[in-house]
C-alpha cells in the first residue's frame, strides 16, 4: 500500500473558525492532490502541487488555501469554514508517469456547524 | 459538458453473475488514460484497473476487465463472478495526456449491491 497518512480522520468544528488538514506521503512522489467528495459528485479535484512551494487550483478552490514547504508534507486550510465545506476529503499523490493510478489516503471526515 | 459520465446511480446483481458497469467519456485529447476505482463502504478508494487510449487490448485485472470501445468513447468495467465484497461504489476517472498536473477527472459513480 502507497504510504499515505491523512490526519486527522475525522474533525467537528464550528462555521468561522479555521481548519487545516494534512497529507503525509512517504514515497517521494512529486504530485499531490486534495479532493472533495460529495453526494452525487463523485471526487473533485480543490488543489494540487507539482513540487514543494508549487501549487495550482483545481474545480473547487474557492475557500481553500493550500501550502506544501516539504516534498513529503501537503496542507489542506480552510481560513473560515463554512457549512458548504463539509464534506470528505482525500489527499491522493501521483508518480509523474500518465499511465500510473493516483494512491489516495483514507480521507478526512470533516463537518462544520 | 461532463467529461465523465456514469449513468448508472445504482446497479443490482446476482452473486457469482457478471455485471458491466457504465463509463462514457467525453476528450479531445489523442492521448488519455483511463481508471476505475472501488470504494466500499469503510470509504478507501481501491485502484482497480487503467486502459490507456493507445492500448491495442482491453485491459484485464482478475475478475475485472474493461471493455473499451474508444470510437464510442466507452470503458465500461466488467466485473466477472461478482462476489458479496464487490459491494462498493465504482467510480471512473480520466487523466488528459496534454494535462501536465496528472489530475485526475471522475465520474459521480456507480453503487453496487451484490445480492446472495
Known amino acids: 500500500d502507497a504510504g499515505i497518512t491523512q490526519s486527522p480522520r475525522h474533525k467537528v468544528t464550528e462555521t468561522g473558525t479555521p481548519v487545516t488538514l494534512r497529507c503525509h506521503q512517504t514515497e517521494n512522489h512529486r504530485y499531490m492532490y486534495w479532493y472533495r467528495q460529495d453526494p452525487g459528485h463523485g471526487l473533485r479535484l480543490i488543489h494540487y502541487s507539482y513540487g514543494v512551494k508549487d501549487t495550482d487550483k483545481g474545480e473547487v478552490s474557492d475557500g481553500y488555501s493550500v501550502s506544501r514547504s516539504k516534498t513529503e508534507d501537503f496542507l489542506l486550510t480552510l481560513e473560515s469554514a463554512t457549512s458548504s465545506q463539509t464534506s470528505v476529503y482525500f489527499c491522493a499523490i501521483s508518480a509523474d508517469t500518465s499511465n500510473q493510478p493516483q494512491h489516495f489516503g483514507d480521507g478526512t471526515r470533516l463537518s462544520i456547524l | 459538458a461532463q467529461k465523465i459520465t456514469q449513468t448508472q446511480p445504482g446497479m443490482f446483481v446476482q452473486e457469482k453473475e457478471a455485471v458491466t458497469l457504465d463509463c462514457t467519456y467525453d476528450?479531445?485529447?489523442?492521448?488519455?488514460?483511463l481508471f476505475w476505482y472501488k470504494q466500499p463502504s469503510s470509504g478507501e478508494m481501491i485502484f482497480l484497473i487503467y486502459?490507456?487510449?493507445?492500448?491495442?487490448q482491453n485491459a484485464t485485472e482478475g475478475r475485472y476487465s474493461l471493455n473499451f470501445q474508444k470510437a464510442r468513447k466507452s470503458a465500461n468495467l466488467v466485473i466477472s463472478a461478482s462476489q458479496l465484497g464487490d459491494s462498493a461504489m465504482y467510480f471512473c476517472?480520466?487523466?488528459?495526456?496534454?494535462?501536465?498536473?496528472?489530475?485526475?477527472?471522475f465520474g459521480s459513480g456507480t453503487r453496487l449491491l451484490v445480492r446472495p
Open positions: 486502459q490507456g487510449s493507445y492500448d491495442q
Open positions: 476517472a480520466m487523466r488528459e495526456g496534454m494535462d501536465s498536473s496528472y489530475k485526475l477527472i
Open positions: 476528450t479531445s485529447d489523442p492521448s488519455y488514460g
